[in-house]
């Protein structure tokens, strides 16, 4: 992986301790305009088709508890308010956690992770205390992925015999929507700057033009710019349009992965995917584009490139996550006593974020 900055050395001494972990009026507004729909609804249901059918391929079993945990948690969803038709599918169920945090606006920061970029190490205008708190809402994208993922393996015997229960329902529904959006790259960090003193809010700030239909940096990617025409999960031919740029998909990488893309592809623990990602993909998102910019042919085409690698590998590791956790191979994984707590996993996080701190901003203090 590259070595490129994170974040500048050269800042005034600050404290970081747990009380900025608390989320202040200021970081409210600044996450809260972050919420966007990674991928739209044609790239999770993109990532679900390639994980759906890589298990089917080999492991049929495990491809029809699938299904069983598709129809329950589509029971739980819908006695929630929710439409039922968008859970008919695996495919389409993996569009309906939007729609849930749009009912439960408290689920909104499960998307995203927005660990501090800031590239001018001489900028006056930066607030660095906004810096040190941008990756400080909890629950976050990595936690929630992780948690969810700890309440499959904890009640795999039950979900086995038919057993689904509404924590395993909304926790299934959780794990095949985030991995999509951790490999969006602007659910993982957002850029401080004299422009953005505040950041920019994981590029919904950063307006650009030249792409249809796109306002804004973060929809520019969103879009996989432009890529694909626009599929929702409600249309009638939403699953045929599905199957066909899944092979689109599928033919792009069926050489591998360019660089950096190899290196990422092998991370499967999502504080590792956000780590990689924050080295590998700040300078590809961010390089060359400012507010206002026209996106040239050049840049549409590379972030399209770029898109179709992440989305590709999202699916392989949606596939490779169910079956260790779920799957007939199943490897032994440690066990917590139920139910789940899921401090422990804010707690975890917390000392991840110390320790990220301390190598990408010496300067600032990591007292409790």
């Not at 749009?102 to 930066?126: C, L, Q, R, T």
């Not at 941008?134 to 948690?147: C, F, G, M, S, T």
């Not at 349009?241 to 360019?258: I, P």
């Not at 998102?285 to 840049?299: A, E, K, L, N, P």
Request: proline share 3%; hydrophobic share 40%; net charge negative.
């Amino acid at each position: 992986m590259s070595n490129s900055v994170v974040l500048c050395r050269s800042i005034p001494v600050l404290r970081f301790s747990t009380k900025l972990l608390k989320l202040s009026v200021l970081s409210a507004t600044l996450f809260l305009s972050t919420v966007s729909h990674a991928w739209h609804d044609l790239g999770h249901m993109l990532v679900a088709k390639l994980a759906y059918d890589q298990i089917s391929a080999n492991d049929s079993k495990l491809a029809g508890i699938l299904d069983n945990l598709t129809k329950a948690s589509c029971d739980y969803f819908s006695g929630l308010g929710l439409e039922s038709d968008q859970c008919a599918t695996f495919v389409q169920a993996a569009t309906l956690l939007d729609s849930y945090s749009g009912k439960y606006p408290e689920s909104k920061s499960w998307h995203y992770i927005n660990m501090p970029v800031v590239f001018d190490e001489a900028s006056s205008k930066v607030n660095y205390t906004a810096v040190t708190e941008a990756a400080a809402e909890l629950p976050n994208v990595d936690i929630q992925l992780q948690y969810s993922l700890q309440v499959l393996r904890n009640n795999r015997a039950d979900i086995l015999e038919g057993h689904i229960d509404d924590e395993t329902s909304k926790a299934f529904i959780t794990v095949i929507h985030l991995m999509g959006d951790i490999h969006q790259p602007l659910h993982n960090f957002e850029l401080f700057s004299d422009v953005f003193p505040n950041g920019d809010a994981g590029g919904n700030r950063l307006d650009v033009k030249g792409v249809d239909g796109v306002s804004n940096l973060h929809s520019l990617w969103d879009s996989m710019a432009d890529k694909y025409s626009d599929v929702r999960w409600y249309d009638s031919d939403a699953l045929d349009q599905v199957a066909k740029f899944k092979e689109e998909v599928s033919q792009a990488v069926a050489a591998g992965y360019s660089a950096p893309f190899n290196d990422l592809r092998v991370m499967v623990d999502p504080w590792n995917i956000t780590s990689a990602i924050n080295l590998e993909m700040q300078h590809r998102v961010y390089d060359d584009m400012y507010s206002g910019v026209t996106v040239s042919d050049s840049q549409k085409n590379q972030i399209q490139l770029d898109a179709t690698y992440l989305v590709a590998m999202a699916g392989e590791k949606l596939a490779r996550s169910l079956q260790e956790v779920l799957g007939s191979s199943q490897r032994r994984v440690r066990q917590i006593s139920r139910p789940v707590a899921r401090e422990a996993f804010d707690s975890a996080f917390q000392r991840q974020l110390k320790h990220w701190f301390s190598r990408n901003m010496p300067q600032v203090s990591t007292g409790n």
